[in-house]
């Protein structure tokens, strides 16, 4: 299992280097402190079944609602970087807003040009499309350690570019956002029209297609960097009616 998840990873980073969209730096505070000033991005309303995980189980597996239930991996390359947890994915103490649980990998990527790392779960159990339509984006908790790279990349891959979906031939191009995190906790928000492709390469799609979204990465692919990253409390957002 843990090869797989590492050749995945491996076949979809690699494609990937450049930068999608970048998110300004928000004013930052101690690492200690328990939450942010402010939110990056817009607010869109909380919905009663829109928690992913917040992590508080203490297990690996994401919350079970709505039909979603994946379970959270870590992965990297095989050519020098090395992540933590590197086998059964484990909750680590300390979380957004003062909860006791948080997502967490740590590491340092190789000295080449196609590195990676990450961590990511799948929305459904097993694998395969979900069907998040009836919501308009997903937001999450999020920072970095002090002696951490500041960006991870937010990545979804959906029924166009993800092999799993059978539709696409040149894959991997998955609609992104480019993180830049303080260490401090912010909230980020990413309405599903606000994930961008990469140009020139991959099989361009006008937009993100909500009804068969397949997994939630956060990856790190900058070379020769120390890493130390923390997810928590990610919701799909913005339900109508």
């Given at each position: 299992?843990?090869?797989r998840?590492?050749?995945?990873?491996?076949?979809?980073s690699?494609?990937?280097?450049?930068?999608?969209?970048?998110?300004?730096?928000?004013?930052?505070?101690g690492?200690?402190?328990?939450?942010?000033?402010?939110?990056?991005?817009?607010?869109?309303?909380?919905?009663p079944?829109g928690?992913?995980?917040?992590?508080?189980d203490?297990n690996?597996q994401?919350?079970?609602?709505?039909?979603?239930?994946?379970?959270?991996?870590?992965?990297?390359d095989?050519?020098?970087?090395?992540?933590?947890?590197e086998?059964?994915?484990?909750?680590s103490?300390?979380g957004?807003?003062g909860?006791?649980?948080?997502?967490?990998?740590?590491?340092k990527?190789?000295d080449?040009k196609?590195?990676w790392?990450?961590?990511?779960?799948?929305?459904?159990?097993?694998?395969?499309?979900?069907?998040?339509?009836?919501?308009?984006?997903?937001?999450?908790?999020?920072r970095?350690?002090?002696?951490?790279?500041?960006?991870v990349?937010f990545?979804?891959p959906?029924?166009?570019?993800?092999?799993?979906?059978?539709?696409?031939k040149?894959?991997?191009?998955?609609?992104a956002?480019?993180?830049?995190?303080?260490?401090?906790?912010q909230?980020?928000?990413f309405?599903?029209?606000?994930?961008?492709?990469?140009?020139?390469?991959?099989?361009?799609?006008s937009?993100?297609?909500?009804?068969?979204?397949y997994?939630?990465?956060?990856?790190?692919?900058?070379?020769n960097?120390?890493?130390?990253v923390?997810i928590?409390?990610?919701?799909?957002v913005?339900?109508?009616?």
């Amino acid at each position: 299992m843990i090869a797989r998840r590492a050749f995945v990873g491996a076949v979809l980073s690699a494609l990937l280097s450049g930068c999608i969209t970048s998110i300004p730096e928000p004013t930052g505070g101690g690492a200690k402190s328990p939450a942010a000033s402010k939110s990056i991005g817009p607010e869109l309303s909380e919905c009663p079944s829109g928690a992913v995980d917040d992590l508080e189980d203490s297990n690996s597996q994401i919350l079970p609602n709505e039909g979603r239930g994946g379970y959270w991996y870590s992965y990297s390359d095989t050519f020098g970087t090395t992540v933590t947890p590197e086998d059964e994915f484990v909750p680590s103490p300390g979380g957004a807003n003062g909860s006791a649980k948080a997502a967490h990998i740590s590491g340092k990527t190789g000295d080449r040009k196609n590195v990676w790392a990450g961590m990511a779960f799948a929305l459904a159990n097993p694998k395969g499309p979900y069907d998040a339509s009836k919501y308009k984006g997903i937001s999450f908790w999020a920072r970095r350690g002090d002696k951490s790279t500041d960006f991870v990349y937010f990545r979804v891959p959906d029924g166009n570019t993800t092999p799993d979906g059978g539709v696409c031939k040149d894959c991997f191009n998955d609609f992104a956002a480019n993180v830049k995190l303080t260490n401090r906790w912010q909230k980020y928000t990413f309405p599903f029209e606000s994930l961008k492709q990469e140009p020139g390469w991959g099989e361009p799609r006008s937009h993100i297609t909500p009804s068969k979204i397949y997994e939630l990465q956060w990856q790190i692919k900058t070379r020769n960097v120390d890493f130390d990253v923390w997810i928590d409390d990610i919701k799909l957002v913005g339900c109508e009616g």
